[in-house]
Structure formats: structure tokens, C-alpha cells
């Protein structure tokens, strides 16, 4: 069964940056177009990023020019800056679109002077 890990995150100050990371058994990112996805409280699960098998990049609105994912063989990465409170959010990495991998456990990200 395919598993997901994701690290990376913190509280930060508006303002500051962070660079989450994720990885996938069976190279799953290197095979499949991945992404990131987050989820606010009381909101529902939306992806931000995602990178093709290419890397070809797509971003929501909400993150364009703040936020960059890459990809380095079998681990995914979300480089953010900029950070807003509106960026709060538990963030997790999947393929895109989703497929019957489970989901990993997240990490929580906090945007809070």
C-alpha cells in the first residue's frame, strides 16, 4: 500500500516563509502528476499546487507568486513565502486528480503574529 509523508510545518509570522516537504512510496511523485492540497478550518480540502510528471506547474489564484512546488525524484516539495493568516491550514500531498491513495497525516502550517 502506497504511503504518503509530509514535514515541514510551523508557525510562522505573516511575512515569513516555509518549505514543506512530502514523500510517496513507490515513487508514486515521479510517475503521476502530484500537488498539494490544504485545508482551513471548517473549510474543504482544495489543491494549490501541482506539478506534472514534466513539471509543468499550476497554482491556484490564492498562492500564484507566492508559492512554488518542485519535485527531486520521489519527494515533493512547497516552497512558501510571503505567508499570510489566510494560509493557515493543515497541508497535504496526493496525486492529482485524486486516486485511491489514503492520505498522509498532514502537517500544520500557522500564519500568527
Known amino acids: 500500500q502506497v504511503r504518503i509523508v509530509e514535514s515541514g510545518g510551523n508557525l510562522v509570522q505573516p511575512g515569513g516563509s516555509l518549505t514543506l516537504s512530502c514523500v510517496g512510496s513507490?515513487?508514486?511523485?515521479?510517475?503521476?502528476?502530484g500537488g498539494w492540497y490544504r485545508q482551513a478550518p471548517g473549510k474543504q480540502r482544495e489543491v494549490v499546487a501541482s506539478i506534472s510528471t514534466i513539471g509543468r506547474t499550476n497554482y491556484d489564484d490564492s498562492v500564484m507568486g507566492r508559492f512554488t512546488i518542485s519535485r527531486d525524484n520521489a519527494k515533493m516539495y512547497l516552497q512558501m513565502n510571503s505567508l499570510k493568516p489566510d494560509d493557515t491550514a493543515v497541508y497535504y500531498c496526493n496525486l492529482v486528480p485524486l486516486s485511491n491513495i489514503a492520505w498522509g497525516q498532514g502537517t500544520q502550517v500557522t500564519v500568527s503574529s
Open positions: 513507490g515513487s508514486i511523485f515521479k510517475l503521476y502528476t
